[in-house]
């Protein structure tokens, strides 16, 4: 088995799918069951927290799905993309990603990553996004408000570390990052013109106390976002 699959072709599935060269991506009518695998990367079911939170219960049946469908594919090794949000929030859709992991984490061969914000080229639902293309959802921003960051360019070889030295799961993310500073930094000019109100600050390290992921290299991709056009 040579070949990395993706199970899910939303924001994160398709994202890596353009990331990892020579990956097969799998979307809700096909069948990754019929091939092998050398890593099955599972970025299912749709990541929309405002959708799973106005229907969980949908959620939780594709949640349901996609376990059935990785319980009956062919890999060496099975990753499962999470969340950060397992760690601290009791949300509906914490809790089904929670279901989640506890069900593909007793496969066989299976890591769990639970990563902080998604960050790849032209990938919505951030702030960045907003800035770059003056959403609608630019006014309501927090400038108090922080994220936690990962790099999707990064999961590839994060993922084959942690089945290098048979890590059962890990965080991965940056230190939290505020709003603030990012707009500061990008557009400025709307500093004065955006709230700033007191938001809890969620940090959530490794064991050790530490992150996976340098604010430095953050940063860097902050950088090259506004640069991307594709």
């Given amino acids: 088995m040579s070949q990395i699959g993706i199970i899910g072709t939303g924001r994160i599935g398709g994202a890596l799918h353009k990331l990892i060269a020579g990956s097969r991506v799998y979307g809700r009518n096909d069948n990754p069951r019929s091939h092998p695998h050398s890593m099955l990367i599972v970025a299912a079911p749709n990541g929309n927290r405002i959708n799973v939170l106005a229907n969980p219960t949908k959620d939780l049946v594709d949640c349901n ?13 099975l990753v499962y993309v999470s969340t950060l949000d397992v760690c601290w929030s009791d949300s509906a859709y914490a809790n089904n990603r929670k279901y989640l992991e506890d069900s593909i984490g007793k496969l066989h061969n299976s890591h769990i990553m639970r990563i902080g914000k998604a960050l790849a080229p032209n990938l919505p639902r951030s702030v960045l996004w907003d800035i770059k293309n003056t959403s609608e959802w630019l006014p309501k921003t927090n400038l108090a408000a922080t994220t936690q960051w990962y790099p999707l360019s990064r999961l590839e070889s994060d993922a084959a570390n942690m089945i290098t030295y048979q890590q059962k799961i890990k965080h991965f993310s940056s230190e939290p990052i505020t709003n603030g500073a990012i707009v500061e930094h990008f557009a400025p000019e709307l500093v004065g013109q955006l709230s700033s109100t007191s938001a809890p600050v969620v940090n959530v390290t490794n064991p050790n106390g530490t992150h996976t992921v340098p604010n430095e290299q953050v940063w860097q991709h902050f950088e090259q976002y506004f640069v991307d056009i594709t």
Avoid: E, G, L, S
């Fill in 65 to 77: 799905t996609v376990i059935n469908t990785v319980k009956q594919c062919q890999y060496d090794h």
